[in-house]
């Protein structure tokens, strides 16, 4: 079954203690993505990834670093999470070319406290 | 800029009613494409449809139908006779053109559907 997995789908932390999100996808998709969705603010786009190797700030960079070292993987990386961290993570797929829709994963509930 | 709006921050309706979700985009592109995205209270988005910019024939999925029209940049999402199932988040996206680029979504704030039975 095609999927995008995202791990752990919910997680309560603290200030300052490093977490990584992992996102897997089974697809060989060259392009991903992470999102984060606020309540009244939709989804923001957060870093992306044309293919390994190559990714790119989005909209809301600060405070996450994401890595591409195989074309499945994609995770996003909190080093200091703080309070406005808080969100619904949303990792994303989809092949490299044409206009196809993006896979979502079904998102990551991270609570910081 | 790209711009996705969605006037409509929550509808309440009554099974088998129909109810249309507002979608209206700014975008300088050309071509672009545009999507909707379900949400149900589980949390997982779910992909509806997209649609070039360039074909602008309605499009009609069972109880859904979608609106397309260029001249007032709008991309309405119609459910009809609704149903409690329904009950969701929707959101409209926009996304440019493809080719070397981000193909990043540009999202609305979503509209909150509860269907009532």
């Known amino acids: 079954e095609a999927q995008v997995t995202q791990n752990p789908r919910y997680l309560i932390t603290v200030t300052g203690k490093k977490l990584t999100v992992t996102c897997s996808q089974n697809?060989?998709?060259?392009?991903m993505s992470w999102y984060r969705q606020d309540p009244g603010l939709g989804l923001r786009q957060i870093y992306y990834?044309?293919?390994?190797?190559?990714?790119d700030k989005g909209d809301v960079p600060e405070g996450y670093k994401v890595s591409r070292k195989e074309k499945r993987n994609f995770p996003l990386i909190l080093e200091s999470p703080s309070p406005n961290q808080t969100s619904l993570y949303f990792c994303?797929?989809?092949?490299?070319?044409?206009?196809?829709?993006?896979?979502f994963g079904e998102g990551s509930r991270l609570t910081v406290l | 800029a790209q711009k996705v709006t969605q006037a409509q921050t929550e509808i309440s309706v009554v099974e088998k009613e129909d109810v249309t979700l507002d979608c209206v985009y700014e975008?300088?592109?050309?071509?672009?494409?545009l999507f909707w995205y379900k949400q149900p209270p589980s949390g997982e988005l779910v992909f509806l449809i997209r649609?070039?910019?360039?074909?602008?024939q309605n499009e009609i999925s069972g109880r859904y139908s979608w609106n397309f029209q260029k001249s007032t940049s709008s991309f309405n999402f119609t459910i009809t006779a609704s149903q409690v199932v329904d009950s969701a988040v929707y959101f409209c996206?926009?996304?440019?053109?493809?080719?070397?680029?981000?193909?990043?979504?540009?999202f609305g704030k979503g509209t909150l559907l509860t269907v009532n039975p």
């Open positions: 994303a797929s989809r092949r490299g070319q044409g206009p196809g829709e993006l896979f």
């Open positions: 697809m060989n998709h060259e392009y």
């Open positions: 990834s044309m293919n390994v190797e190559v990714t």
């Open positions: 975008t300088r592109d050309t071509t672009y494409y």
């Open positions: 649609r070039n910019s360039f074909d602008e």
């Open positions: 996206a926009l996304r440019g053109p493809s080719g070397g680029s981000n193909y990043k979504l540009t």
